[in-house]
């Protein structure tokens, strides 16, 4: 038995033999071979991004202006579909049957494993519905996700919307993936990188049937989304919901500011639509309607609508020739309607009486001795002079260039120079006759509202202004925007009083142009103006401040082809900041006179038109 | 008392040492790969680690038992208890609870209880039995009872069907091997697997044969090659061997080609015939095919739990692969997973050589006694091991086909702890004795 016992050593090397085959496999599989591991973590850990709450906007008192509201998508899972009642499904979420089946093949076309989308933006109440019925349909399932929501419905164009990232930002800003959303215009798209907040990134493990497990590794590589911040703005909400109602039917705009701090009060351009038409799946149908609509609703008035300023520039004019000494507070000039048209009235006496009447011809002299002040003997290079002295303190009251608006695509309007006439004219070709329109604001120089409103402030001031600006604090409602600067005008402060006593009589004396604007028991200070265009009838407007002696607001009115602006600007202007002022309208036939007005006869249907395609 | 007589003086230390070790480890590891924070409880029979708790325990006393019995009770009772277990897997042919296919379970209570895994410890004493009757192994009829012994059980089970413990009957060959079975049987099964694994492999494309233009199958062509191996032996046996010696070598030639080709061609047919997982399993064990998601998917899954483990591993309940189930079975068959991704590299490690110190200690157990029955029998434990090792952890790290047997000690499941246990205290309380001889 002897050579058999050698066999001992024949199964004691397999032994050993297929022992050390394993240790090596082992060595290879889990050392040397990395893949495995890059595998295992493939398949069994997720990185799931956490989607940071929007930003909300709140009015000065708290109310809010954009909010977030829940819907809900419904997913499904082809592979998890099981004995679908097709037409149950399609009664439960009215949708039709033919679409069920399109939709479900899709779905399988996309992914067996990943869930797709069946049916968007589910409001929670029909969710509500819904849901209890969908335990019925494996597969599918309701996933919320947040809209913007509006609950006063104003301030569209302020506001801006919400749209899904265009493929061109995704490449420039690795910030956003396909499929985001961004926002555009308004505050939503000044203030995205605040009001997005800063995405988070879970990793989780899922078990083999895609069921979250736990997260990786204790959460050591997550990180915290950041909330959006929330935005507080100087907006006064009853004032912004009552500008919009006296602005309907009539094609123009209203700015309010807080004189004392540059903030916005109320931001109104007319027509406009409800912000809600631009949320969710209506967006696109909707967009394309209001952007095919002949009043251009779109078009934001307040802030891009370039007119001429009419009479309240003559309140800028006067300031300059004061500062300038062409003039002094008892300079008086006859109403003479040879040099430009006037209405009747008594020959101004001083600069007070001047404004108050808003005299043409007294302005065409204003602005003749401010262009021609002798310094130079020949009367072209003279007037050169004098434009560009008159240039650089016009620019000082904030036009000719875009207001340091917190809100995008603000347009300048033109403060017309030397450059411009010469461009037109050539040089030495054009003197104070060429351009002596410019003297009663027509012409070639262009406001845009919100400069017309800051127009105000500096005149409620007495000769400064701040930045125009529509949110006080982002984050805390105390955290305030620091970013706002104080400007001063050229002119000196003491020529303020005077043309603001002119202002008050505008107002409230017998002969102003303005009566319409008092405001019983606050005293009013304000500048009519009546701009001619191309457009048809005049185009009206208002500036105001008020109270007088401690102004808390200031506000520009401008209502497009409506005649004379102290029959519509002014009221609308009046019951705006008597709101503002006393939270209350004491005169309800004016506010009925002025809602009930409709300024826009060829397309007096449009509000209804709008209104009527406003839930989705 | 007769010191000699004392068991706990005479077990094998390293023996107990090793299984004590190794169920300890295999219980953690269920604990692991089961674990479920809502049923923490070790003895939460509604979890597989709490029923393995009980397992244990059961297994325990059944060892201990075991050891204060005689040995010549198991000597003398080797054929009742293979007949016992025989009629058991008769009767859970009859009467035995349907689980995954196959008819393999009896039902107690909530607890199954699987025949076959007592097989092992019968079929290994009944050989034993009549292998250490025997002088030598060269008679016919020796072998062909010896062969009976075997394959009764293996085709009880296979009507189960249970492929994979039937195979495991295959240690049994070793055994046979080490008491006289001529070594060309083990040479011709494994020139045989060679065969049969070389024609699966080329008989998927056509080969072109040299210098000329003609394209044959796979498998003509691996006929082909080995007729010209056989005619290069030919020639050089004609030319170095002497002539008296040549006519035999011719024979054996001629036979061995006749052979191999009758093989090789029957080889494919026999595959055609069998099931479609058997062959996908086959066909992606040889890497003929890439299926990860169908058969393959076992394999794949496997190799990247144990993969992910790395070197020294996830740590314990860590293991994120296997705890949320990407592994099929992986309390069961393919525990080693568990080990793999927790305990990494030098953990599995660690588990391969106690394995192999365990079976590499029977043989040493084995090689020591003067009592056949013992020896024969320790050989039959040390195969038995042997084989659930290869073919357990071979397919885990993809290495063996997918056959489902258990771990020893580490599988879930109470009928092949048992089976395990009794299997080993046998050997032990056999081995204990072996001093009372020379009395």
């Known amino acids: ?616 | 008392m007769n010191p000699r007589d004392s068991i706990i003086r005479n077990m094998d230390k390293p023996l107990v040492g090793l299984y004590l070790l190794l169920m300890a480890m295999g219980w953690a590891n269920i604990y692991s790969a089961a674990y479920d924070p809502d049923h923490a409880n070790l003895f939460d029979t509604a979890r597989e680690y709490g029923a393995q708790s009980i397992w244990i325990c059961v297994s325990l006393l059944l060892g201990a038992g075991i050891l204060l019995v005689h040995g010549e009770f198991f000597r003398n009772l080797a054929y009742p208890i293979y007949a016992f277990v025989l009629v058991l897997l008769v009767l859970v042919l009859l009467v035995g609870r349907e689980v995954n296919g196959a008819k393999a379970w009896f039902g107690v209570g909530g607890f199954g209880i699987q025949p076959a895994e007592f097989s092992k410890f019968a079929t290994a004493l009944a050989l034993s039995k009549y292998l250490s009757g025997l002088k030598t192994l060269q008679e016919v009829r020796s072998r062909v009872i010896a062969a009976m012994l075997i394959l009764l059980p293996v085709a009880l089970i296979l009507l189960q069907p249970d492929t994979g413990t039937a195979l495991v009957s295959g240690a049994f060959v070793l055994v046979l091997y080490r008491e006289g079975l001529s070594g060309n049987i083990l040479l011709i099964a494994i020139m045989a697997a060679i065969l049969v694994v070389l024609s699966l492999i080329m008989k998927e494309s056509t080969h072109a044969i040299p210098f000329t233009g003609w394209e044959m199958h796979g498998q003509y062509f691996l006929i082909f090659l080995l007729g010209v191996f056989c005619l290069l032996i030919f020639l050089f046996v004609r030319k170095f061997v002497f002539k008296h010696r040549r006519k035999r070598i011719y024979a054996y030639l001629l036979f061995a080609f006749l052979g191999s080709a009758a093989f090789i061609s029957s080889v494919d047919r026999l595959v055609d015939r069998m099931p479609l997982h058997q062959q996908t399993r086959i066909r992606v064990l040889l890497g003929l095919e890439y299926d990860p998601r169908g058969y393959g998917y076992n394999v794949e899954q496997s190799k990247t739990a144990i993969g992910s483990g790395g070197l020294l591993g996830k740590g314990y309940k860590q293991g994120t692969f296997t705890k949320y189930k990407y592994v099929p079975m992986q309390s069961t068959d393919f525990i080693f997973c568990t080990v793999g991704e927790e305990w990494g590299f030098v953990g599995s490690t660690v588990l391969v050589l106690l394995f192999g110190a365990l079976i590499l200690r029977c043989i040493q157990v084995s090689e020591r006694q003067r009592s056949r029955f013992t020896r024969i029998y320790a050989y039959c434990v040390a195969s038995i091991f042997f084989l659930h090792l290869m073919i357990n952890v071979g397919m885990a790290i993809g290495l063996a086909p997918v056959i489902g047997i258990p771990l020893p000690f580490f599988s879930y499941g109470g009928s092949s702890l048992i089976g395990f246990t009794v299997l080993l205290a046998i050997l032990v309380r056999l081995d204990a004795e072996r001093l009372e001889h020379l009395r």
């Open chain 1, 1 to 616: 038995m002897n050579n058999l016992d050698e066999r001992k050593f024949v199964l004691i090397a397999a032994v050993l033999f297929v022992c050390a085959v394993f240790i090596l496999r082992l060595f290879w599989l889990q050392v040397v071979d990395t893949g495995w591991a890059a595998r295992a973590a493939d398949i069994s850990e997720r990185k799931v991004t956490v989607f940071p709450s929007r930003g909300l906007i709140y009015d000065r008192h708290g109310e809010l202006l954009v909010a977030n509201t829940p819907v809900y998508d419904i997913m499904v899972v082809p592979r998890e579909v099981k004995d679908l009642d097709t037409l149950g499904l399609s009664t439960l979420l009215n949708v039709p049957l033919d679409q069920v089946r399109e939709r479900l093949h899709k779905a399988r076309e996309y992914s067996q494993w990943k869930p797709s989308e069946f049916e968007r933006q589910i409001t929670a109440e029909q969710y509500a519905a819904i849901s209890v019925h969908l335990y019925k349909y494996p597969g599918f399932y309701g996933q919320s996700r947040t809209l913007r929501a509006y609950p006063p419905h104003v301030a569209a164009h302020m506001l801006g919307y919400l749209s899904e990232v265009s493929a061109r930002k995704v490449e420039q800003d690795p910030y956003y993936k396909p499929g985001d959303v961004i926002g555009v215009g308004g505050l939503e798209s000044y203030y995205e990188k605040e009001l997005r907040g800063k995405r988070g990134v879970k990793y989780v493990v899922v078990d083999v049937h895609n069921n979250v497990q736990g997260r990786f590794k204790g959460g050591q590589y997550d990180t915290l989304a950041h909330e959006g911040k929330n935005l507080y703005t100087g907006i006064d909400l009853k004032m912004q919901e009552l500008g919009e109602r006296l602005m309907r039917n009539k094609k123009g705009s209203i700015v309010a500011l807080d004189p004392r701090t540059g903030e916005v009060l109320a931001l109104v351009s007319s027509p406009t639509y409800d912000p809600s038409l631009l949320v969710g799946r209506v967006r696109n149908t909707n967009y394309r309607t209001l952007q095919q609509d002949s009043l251009v609703p779109l078009f934001d008035r307040a802030l891009q609508a370039q007119y001429p300023p009419g009479s309240i520039f003559k309140l800028v004019q006067a300031a300059i020739a004061l500062d300038e000494g062409v003039i002094n507070l008892n300079t008086s000039f006859a109403c003479n309607k040879s040099l430009v048209g006037c209405h009747a009235h008594p020959d101004a006496r001083n600069v007070e009486e001047a404004v108050q009447m808003s005299c043409n011809p007294y302005f065409y002299h204003v602005f003749k001795r401010e262009i021609e002040q002798g310094k130079d003997p020949n009367r072209f290079k003279d007037a050169a002079l004098g434009m560009a002295t008159w240039k650089t303190y016009m620019e000082s009251f904030g036009l000719g260039h875009p207001p340091a608006l917190d809100l995008p695509a603000a347009k300048g309007g033109s403060i017309p120079g030397v450059d411009y006439y010469n461009r037109m004219y050539g040089p030495l070709q054009w003197a104070f006759s060429t351009i002596y329109s410019l003297s009663i604001g027509q012409g070639e120089v262009l406001v845009v509202p919100t400069q017309m409103a800051n127009l105000a402030a500096i005149f409620a001031n007495r000769g400064y202004y701040y930045d125009p600006h529509v949110v006080r604090a982002i984050g805390s409602p105390d955290s305030l925007n620091k970013h706002v600067q104080r400007h001063e005008t050229m002119v000196d402060d003491k020529w303020f009083p005077p043309i603001v006593e002119g202002m008050r009589r505008v107002v409230n004396e017998p002969g102003g142009t303005a009566r319409r604007a008092r405001i019983p028991g606050i005293t009013v200070c304000g500048k009519t103006g009546t701009a001619q265009n191309p457009h048809g009838k005049d185009h009206a407007v208002f500036i105001a401040f008020a109270p007088m002696e401690d102004p808390k607001i200031a506000i520009a009115v401008y209502v497009e082809n409506s005649g004379f602006g102290g029959t519509w600007a002014a009221p609308i202007a009046s019951l705006c900041m008597e709101q503002y002022l006393t939270d209350s309208i004491s005169r309800p036939e004016l506010l009925k006179e002025m809602e009930d007005a409709n300024l826009i006869a060829t397309e007096k249907n449009y509000v209804k038109f709008v209104s009527k395609r406003r839930r989705q």
